[in-house]
């Protein structure tokens, strides 16, 4: 079995990142997880996930030319396999996204849930890649109108290519925020329930700075509790590993949005 997710947004600073290791973590404890940075141009799991020293990322992948096998690039790390992406400039432009669909295919064919942390923006090929290529999307937003306005527009995207929508999950939460009328407004619009409120807590500040995912560096913080409640809430679906991968390499891509 195995589902593809797209951590989505629509902006940036709405806590992806975080978020990604987070359900990865909390999700592993039943599924076996795999975690991709697939944003490849502002790429930053490997800080959170304590892999900045590693030799092969998914740039190395993406590389024509590259003699990296895909194993190469996938690290065990908190209960999870996680592929990290590398922050050079000159690797980013030689990375073909188009390369990237085989990676997820061979990816899914060994894990039971696929978590993709997506870029920011829908600008580009690479960027809309993650959204197109998942079975589902999760949004992960801020308590605000203007953010709740641009993950719609990210669901939009993803239903024009059949993507669907796991959720929204609202991030970094302050207590006078009034979200109970974003998440009222939330349901009417998405397709996916509200998963959880993620309060801000600085718990997860921390753990950034620690280099660890937030589970991992605070587990019964306010936020780590809500990312395990958003966790249990995903229905995760089993679709059958070889066809998931074949769909993945013959996915058609837009160049843009």
Do not use: W
Request: aromatic fraction near 6%.
């Amino acid at each position: 079995m195995v589902e593809a997710f797209a951590v989505a947004s629509g902006k940036g600073g709405t806590g992806k990142t975080t978020s990604t290791l987070s359900l990865g973590m909390a999700l592993a404890e039943e599924y076996d997880v795999t975690v991709v940075d697939a944003d490849t141009g502002m790429a930053n799991l490997l800080f959170h996930a304590g892999l900045t020293d590693v030799e092969t990322t998914l740039h190395d992948l993406l590389i024509e030319g590259s003699d990296a096998a895909v194993e190469d690039a996938v690290y065990e790390q908190f209960g999870m396999r996680v592929v990290p992406c590398g922050t050079s400039l000159s690797a980013f432009e030689r990375a073909d996204p188009d390369r990237l669909q085989d990676v997820v295919a061979e990816l899914a064919s060994k894990t039971d849930v696929l978590l993709l942390d997506s870029p920011a923006a829908l600008g580009s090929k690479s960027a809309i890649l993650p959204i197109v290529l998942a079975d589902r999307i999760v949004v992960v937003l801020q308590p605000t109108i203007p953010s709740l306005s641009d993950g719609l527009k990210v669901q939009e995207y993803a239903r024009s290519y059949g993507t669907g929508t796991a959720g929204v999950l609202f991030n970094k939460v302050h207590a006078d925020e009034n979200v109970a009328a974003i998440a009222e407004k939330s349901e009417r619009y998405f397709d996916g329930p509200t998963l959880a409120k993620v309060p801000d807590d600085d718990a997860a500040r921390a753990a950034r700075q620690a280099g660890k995912p937030l589970l991992a560096h605070a587990p019964e913080s306010p936020a780590a509790r809500a990312y395990r409640d958003a966790a249990a809430s995903l229905d995760v679906r089993s679709g059958e590993s070889t066809a998931v991968a074949e769909r993945f390499r013959s996915a058609v891509i837009p160049d843009s949005p």
